[in-house]
């Protein structure tokens, strides 16, 4: 699934990259698109099977943060590329990038192969049976963890025409702010990894995060802030939601019936 996910999506930016015509391009974003919807299912799924228990936090960790680090560096790859070469070029080159990690996935494959999901046991057997135990706070909270990553696809979608229309900030300062949003998140995904492998109520972590996140967004949509801060607070926004990935994980990990991780 994960080999199949990146070679489709290397071969749709390829296709994009190479078109001449607008139906052309769509379809190979369409396939770009197919490729990139397996990873949430199939990443978890070999992590929680490939790595001991009381290593997952930091493995979920690395993994976010690894992400936060992408959306990062992806304006500043194609955009960068763009300007130089043209859009195709920009594409074509995303799709070298994509070719040399399905190359990477393809000959560390044999690391990846599963029976099934292990069991539990050891330091993170309490996450069935704690305070985010399956039925619990755990399968509570998951609908808010839900709306709060819809909330962020809007940050990191909309934020840049929002702040300069409503701060009248250039759209240089309103990226650079964008940016920052990522940096910040993969600091705190970072830093939430040590949590989260040190704690046992990683809803409360999850709840934390969330509701300082909120109250620093609330800050800029209400206009009350300057919009030269708007990078420092976005930054720390990232951290804050940023912080609670890891323990957002466990928490999905442990309202999971083992062996479906996938569907979850």
């Known amino acids: 699934m994960l080999l199949g996910g990146v070679g489709l999506l290397t071969a749709g930016t390829l296709l994009a990259g190479l078109s001449g015509s607008y139906p052309l391009l769509v379809l190979g974003m369409a396939i770009a698109g ?19 228990g009381p290593r997952l936090g930091y493995a979920y960790s690395a993994h976010g943060m690894a992400g936060s680090l992408g959306y990062a560096a992806a304006p500043v790859f194609s955009g960068s590329l763009g300007a130089l070469f043209g859009w195709h070029a920009a594409l074509i080159a995303a799709a070298g990038v994509g070719l040399a990690v399905f190359l990477l996935l393809l000959f560390q494959s044999p690391r990846f192969h599963m029976e099934k999901e292990k069991s539990v046991g050891g330091k993170t057997s309490f996450a069935r049976d704690g305070p985010s135990a399956h039925g619990g706070a755990g399968a509570a909270v998951l609908p808010l963890l839900s709306r ?117």
Do not use: W
Not at 34 to 52: C, E, K, M, Q
Not at 219 to 229: E, M, Q, R
């Open 34 to 52: 197919t490729g990139n919807s397996v990873f949430h299912p199939s990443d978890f799924s070999i992590l929680n099977a490939r790595v001991s």
């Open 148 to 264: 709060s990553t819809a909330g962020l696809a809007g940050l990191q979608s909309f934020s840049v025409t929002a702040m300069t229309v409503q701060y009248g900030v250039t759209a240089a300062l309103a990226s650079s702010a964008l940016h920052r949003l990522m940096i910040g998140s993969a600091s705190g995904i970072f830093f939430g990894g040590f949590v989260a492998a040190r704690t046992l109520r990683h809803d409360l972590v999850a709840a934390a995060g969330l509701a300082l996140e909120r109250v620093l967004v609330f800050l800029i949509a209400s206009g009350s802030i300057p919009g030269a801060t708007l990078p420092a607070i976005l930054a720390l926004s990232g951290f804050c939601v940023g912080a609670t990935g890891p323990s957002r994980d466990l928490i999905v990990r442990a309202s999971t019936p083992p062996g479906r991780t996938g569907k979850v």
